[in-house]
């Protein structure tokens, strides 16, 4: 009796569950039909009314209708416009369908019309092909044209599309009118395709218009191929560094002059220019920081060294001493004369003072020096003289881009510019890089690639922009640069300046403070070394002279250079060389702050120039 009973409440149960569940289904179907099925159902008789009120549209106005192999569309606005259809809204709500919903007719190749609807209402939209064909180009996305060739587009392979299948190439629109070839850049050639929707499709290809260095500066340069005159837009980026082009050899290379001084080196010797100090550092440091060089440098470029000058009036256009081949060189008075013809008023002259590879008189090496009423003066070979080089690129060198100014220069085929994401370790020594809100530049990468960095002007206060000046203190009694020592120099840049810079990515590294012998090559100084966060420039590493271009003048900076009489070393950015003298000549002086940045840095953005520096995430 009792099984029976209990069998009865579990059936009970059961019905109960299942009436629940069957109730649980029939109120979810109720309301997916209300809101789902039945506003999908008052969206699809929507469609039809967009439809019915299109063809009253071509009722009324028969003249609009497509010719064969056309297409033509009618909006919800336009049949607003014309009272053609009722309000539509979005089912379920008051909101207004979009107006620019449309119906597009086609005449077939049999005089038929073939409608198409599009009406979008927030979530519900017409299932209809919305994409444009597919175009397939001829050749390469992006094309390269030597400048004042004719372009010839390679047209269009194919085009297919989804739902009208395989089309013929010819009902592409090809516009290749933004292409120049008289004149250097980057173009679009457009191709456009429509489905017969109206679908549309736009593909580019990028022709970039290139010329030839040598026959660039031959157009714009006369007979001497030399450039002529002070204001000469023909600045370029080579290997990251910024030169001006001096002029067109025979041979159609080409030779180009650093925009501005690199470096201060002691000549040291008066013999032979290829036993000199200038001559090593030339061709033994500063060549192998170049990019590209045995591709695009010519290694056994002809120079005229120890050229003698006797008169001021009558510079020798021969070459009076010898001829040497070399990688990287100098400039010359001839190459100063024939830039403008009385050297004051050349590009060249840059306003500082730079070693030339003349000699006057069979005395003394020769620089550069616009204080000079002639141009240039004679200077000891025993002193600082600022580096300048001169390499010769060879015939396969392109300008790529630019307009040949200081903020836009000639950019060449020697390299591309860093990509996002590309670590410092692996770019350019010479370009520049914003850090801690500073602009400095990158000079050399060592063994674990960790990335030296020199500023590329004075520090100074953020706040104040007025530059730090710092010197040894009275009670210092060796003025080498010590940053564990207080009063010494390096004590002030490590423990005060470095509280303007961001030092979670600064290497404490080690550093060769070399001593200045003049009687030895500056490769072969006695240096110290010693660990530091921050540190002073060698004179004789790169960019350690001042910079004018883009600039403003500033003071005097420290030099990491160590005097045996005890005297500070500095660069006077007057005429950008190096002195060793007494402290007490100058006073304080200001700082070029040199360090190592973690290599595995990354860049955000920019192209590595002054004007565009990248900028480190």
């Not at 290694?299 to 009076?320: F, G, M, Q, R, V």
């Not at 790169?542 to 403003?552: H, I, N, P, V």
Request: charged content about 25%; overall charge negative.
């Amino acid at each position: 009796m009792k099984k029976e009973k209990a069998g009865t409440v579990v059936r009970i149960q059961k019905i109960i569950v299942m009436s629940s569940i069957g109730l649980f289904l029939i109120i979810i179907g109720a309301l997916s039909w209300e809101f789902f099925f039945s506003r999908y159902y008052q969206f699809q008789k929507q469609e039809s009314m967009f439809l019915d009120g299109v063809k009253s549209y071509y009722d009324t106005y028969p003249r609009y209708l497509p010719k064969k192999g056309e297409t033509r569309e009618v909006t919800l606005q336009d049949l607003y416009d014309v009272s053609k259809i009722d309000t539509l809204y979005v089912p379920g709500s008051k909101k207004l369908c979009d107006t620019e919903s449309w119906v597009r007719v086609y005449q077939n190749e049999n005089g038929d019309y073939e409608y198409f609807v599009n009406l979008e209402c927030n979530h519900f939209k017409s299932k209809i092909d919305r994409e444009g064909p597919k175009i397939e180009l001829n050749g390469d996305q992006a094309m390269v044209v030597d400048y004042g060739i004719e372009y010839k587009d390679p047209g269009v392979k194919s085009v297919k599309d989804d739902t009208d299948g395989k089309m013929d190439v010819k009902e592409v629109t090809v516009d290749t009118s933004k292409v120049n070839t008289n004149s250097i850049g980057t173009y679009k050639v457009t191709y456009t395709a429509y489905d017969k929707l109206h679908n549309e499709t736009k593909v580019t290809r990028k022709v970039q218009v290139v010329d030839k260095l040598y026959s660039f500066v031959i157009r714009n340069t006369d007979e001497t191929n030399y450039y002529n005159g002070d204001e000469v837009k023909n600045f370029v980026q080579f290997s990251g560094m910024l030169w001006r082009i001096v002029n067109v050899n025979p041979d159609h290379s080409v030779r180009l002059v650093l925009a501005n001084s690199s470096s201060n080196v002691i000549f040291g010797v008066e013999e032979k220019f290829t036993d000199s100090n200038v001559y090593h550092w030339l061709n033994d440091y500063f060549y192998p920081h170049l990019k590209n060089s045995e591709k695009y440098i010519v290694k056994n470029a002809s120079w005229c060294s120890n050229h003698t000058i006797y008169s001021l009036e009558d510079i020798p256009t021969e070459c009076n001493g010898e001829t040497l081949e070399s990688p990287v060189g100098l400039l010359s008075i001839r190459d100063l004369v024939l830039s403008d013809g009385n050297i004051r008023g050349s590009y060249l002259n840059t306003g500082q003072v730079y070693w030339l590879m003349d000699r006057v008189n069979r005395e003394m090496i020769n620089i550069a020096d616009s204080m000079e009423t002639k141009g240039f003066t004679a200077w000891s070979a025993r002193a600082y003289g600022a580096v300048r080089p001169v390499i010769t690129l060879n015939t396969d060198v392109y300008i790529m881009s630019g307009s040949g100014e200081f903020t836009d220069p000639y950019k060449l085929n020697d390299y591309e510019y860093a990509k996002e994401n590309e670590q410092i370790k692996d770019r350019l020594d010479g370009e520049y890089f914003s850090y801690s809100g500073y602009l400095f530049r990158k000079i050399d990468t060592d063994k674990d690639g960790n990335v030296k960095m020199i500023m590329s002007s004075n520090m100074k206060n953020p706040e104040t922009r007025e530059e730090f000046s710092i010197e040894y203190a009275d009670s210092i009694t060796e003025r080498k640069f010590d940053p564990n020592t207080p009063g010494n120099v390096g004590h002030t840049l490590n423990e005060e300046l470095l509280l303007h810079l961001s030092d979670q990515s600064i290497i404490n590294h080690e550093y060769e403070i070399p001593e200045i012998d003049i009687e030895q090559p500056f490769n072969q100084w006695k240096k110290t070394k010693v660990k530091s966060m921050l540190s002073l420039p060698a004179s004789y590493d790169l960019f350690s002279t001042y910079y004018a271009l883009g600039g403003t003048k500033e003071s005097n900076f420290l030099l990491l250079d160590y005097s045996p009489n005890n005297d500070i070393t500095f660069v006077n950015t007057g005429n950008g060389l190096a002195f060793t003298m007494d402290q007490n000549v100058f006073g304080e002086n200001t700082v070029k702050v040199v360090l190592y940045l973690k290599g595995n840095l990354k860049i955000a953005s920019g192209r590595g120039t002054y004007s565009s520096p990248y900028y480190i995430k």
